[in-house]
């Protein structure tokens, strides 16, 4: 089958390699649509050991059951399926707890196993999900992605925010504001530093957009909450400054929460969030039910995919992914592979 193979560190290039063939409790999916992810490109560039060649990427995917390993029940051949990009252990503490997303020795597809790249991938079937009907191939590959937006939204606890705050218009910024506006916030501003994508954002529905380059971004906040402070905020970015503005953009008594993965770095004022019982957190990847209200969110038609989503066959896969290394196009934001 041909692959997006990943053979040593700044290589790319589309190989023949052996089809997969099903383990125990596998099923083997041809790829209908495979997403980039943004933690893909980053990975490429900073020779990221997370991601260590030779290996085949891709964790953003749907696919059609082509063939079972022995002991699999519920799936047969020909099915179309979802894909959770996260494998579980599904016996220790976190998983049993309902949160497998944490699971210490949980795995991602095209980090140590092999990922969907490819015409072909391996897939164990605790991670493979029915794809509704109403739900296209390429829709279902963007569920994780999406899930997401769901899952950091699902951390806020005020039901209807007035005013909500966004930190980044990338893929995973552009979906959280799909699904804060699917989920009961009020107005949204949205704050990046590329004018294409905030101009994305303010299509989805923002209700301001603040360039960080050539605005003063706190000001802008304050203007749109009215001095207030906003009820919540979202760092989809992951660098130092804009955590510390989520924290800064909330007012006494609300949270922020934290999703974005650009480096390890935070500063943080701890009297401001002491004294404004302001409280922070973290989210990482989906459960299970984020992806389903994922699925059914994109089957009601309350994600918009145009005009920052496009589609490329494998075959311009080496392009498509070296562009988005180093050159972001202004013209769509993710792409999507389609290997069949
Ligand atoms: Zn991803
Ligand atoms: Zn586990």
Not at 6 to 19: F, K, M
Not at 54 to 65: A, K, N, T
Not at 219 to 246: L, Y
Request: proline letters at 8%; hydrophobic letters at 45%; aromatic letters at 6%.
């Amino acid at each position: 089958m041909k692959a997006l193979y990943y053979p040593a560190w700044d290589q790319l290039e589309i190989r023949d390699v052996p089809d997969p063939s099903p383990r125990p409790g596998e099923a083997v999916l041809k790829v209908l649509a495979v997403g980039i992810c943004g933690s893909e490109l980053h990975g490429f560039k900073i020779h990221a050991p997370r991601r260590t060649p030779p290996l085949i990427m891709g964790h953003e995917f749907s696919g059609q059951v082509v063939a079972v390993g022995p002991g699999v029940s519920g799936f047969r051949v020909g099915d179309v399926v979802a894909v959770n990009s996260t494998i579980s252990c599904g016996v220790c503490d976190a998983c049993t707890d309902g949160d497998p997303h944490v699971c210490p020795t949980a795995e991602v597809y095209g980090t140590r196993r092999p990922g969907a790249f490819a015409e072909r991938v391996a897939a164990p079937v605790s991670t493979i999900m029915p794809m509704p009907e109403n739900v296209t191939p390429v829709q279902a590959s963007l569920m994780e992605p999406l899930g997401n937006g769901v899952h950091a939204w699902s951390m806020i606890r005020r039901r209807f925010p007035e005013t909500v705050v966004i930190f980044g218009a990338g893929a995973i910024g552009l979906f959280t504001l799909q699904v804060a506006k699917a989920g009961g916030a009020g107005r949204l501003a949205v704050v990046d530093v590329s004018p294409a994508r905030l101009a994305v954002a303010e299509r989805l529905g923002a209700d301001r957009i603040l360039d960080a380059r050539t605005e003063d971004v706190p000001a802008g906040i304050r203007d749109f909450t009215r001095g207030r402070g906003a009820d919540a905020a979202i760092d989809a970015v992951g660098a130092a400054g804009t955590r510390d503005m989520a924290v800064k953009a909330i007012r006494k008594g609300c949270e922020c929460v934290w999703l974005g993965l650009h480096d390890d770095a935070a500063t943080v004022g701890g009297l401001d969030i002491v004294l404004g019982e302001k409280a922070i957190y973290g989210s990482f990847a989906v459960r299970p039910r984020d992806l389903r209200a994922a699925l059914d969110l994109l089957g009601a038609g309350k994600i918009t995919l145009e005009p920052w989503v496009r589609t490329f066959p494998l075959s311009d896969g080496v392009e498509v992914f070296t562009q988005l290394v180093n050159a972001p196009p202004d013209d769509y934001i993710k792409a999507v592979l389609l290997p069949s």
